[in-house]
């Protein structure tokens, strides 16, 4: 039987290990490197690390070829564009400006981490979707040279139903999020479907109810009740309200 690692400790010694070099020229058979791989394909996860002030994923860890289909050395950002589910667009240029805010202020601030964690679906080998937990690990070196590198892990969570239909989000400095995923770190910042985040993206872009109802295929009735419902759920007098707080908390 197959145990999954829980702890990140690995990935941090990981980090620790190879940032000097800029992350450039590892050794595929280094102990530590064989180490991690093998953490990775028990817990049914790849990661890569990028500068994220080049805009440069550096090194990417094997199991790219199983999970997404392409191969290490070949990964580069379009491939998540390209792959990832229509429903899912919305979310993952959301995490994109999240992480490139993110930069800025570690750059400016010249030290310091930053976390995201999200869940999106990729296309797999086999055609058909995965559902995946996106932990970006963002902090400031100066060792090669000046910038922010980025530590991004993509776990499998199909096993876990209850996030079906919804976005587990979170963005901060708390490193007990950046672990092996279980129910409570999935369920940090549930609180909207994915189709009620799709609403309220549509009504903070300035449409109405009818012109949402259209673009949706919905009933009138249908979409009012889902504004009805995101009022209820998140407890704000006005739908305003609430995407002032969801754009300060960088969710939309």
């Known amino acids: 039987m197959i145990t999954t690692t829980k702890s990140y400790d690995l990935f941090l010694k990981f980090i620790q290990t190879f ?32 500068n994220l002030s080049q805009m440069q994923i550096i090194f990417t860890s094997r199991r790219s070829t199983q999970m997404i289909g392409i191969e290490p050395a070949e990964l580069n950002p379009s491939h998540f564009m390209e792959a990832m589910h229509p429903d899912d667009i919305n979310g993952l240029s959301l995490g ?40 970006c690990y963002s902090f400031y070196s100066t060792i090669p040279n000046r910038g922010v590198f980025l530590f991004q892990i993509h776990t499998n969570i199909d096993w876990f139903k209850k996030i079906k239909n919804c976005y587990h989000y979170y963005v901060g400095n708390d490193m007990s999020y950046f672990r092996y995923p279980d129910e409570g770190l999935l369920m940090t910042g549930i609180s909207f479907s994915k189709r009620e985040f799709e609403i309220i993206r549509l ?26 419902n995101i009022r209820k759920k998140s407890g704000k007098t006005t739908i305003s309200e609430l995407i002032y707080d969801l754009m300060n908390r960088g969710e939309l």
């Open 19 to 50: 940032a000097p070099l800029g992350f450039k020229g590892i050794d595929p058979d280094d102990p530590l490197m064989l180490e991690v791989e093998k953490m990775t394909e028990n817990n049914n996860q790849f990661f890569f690390v990028a």
């Open 96 to 135: 994109r400006s999240t992480l490139f805010r993110m930069e800025k202020d570690l750059f400016v601030a010249e030290k310091g981490t930053s976390l995201l964690s999200t869940n999106l679906k990729i296309r797999n080998p086999a055609g058909g979707y995965s559902n995946l937990l996106f932990q």
């Open 203 to 228: 009504m903070k872009s300035g449409l109405s109810s009818e012109q949402i109802a259209e673009k949706l295929f919905l009933s009138l009735h249908t979409v009012k009740t889902h504004r009805s």
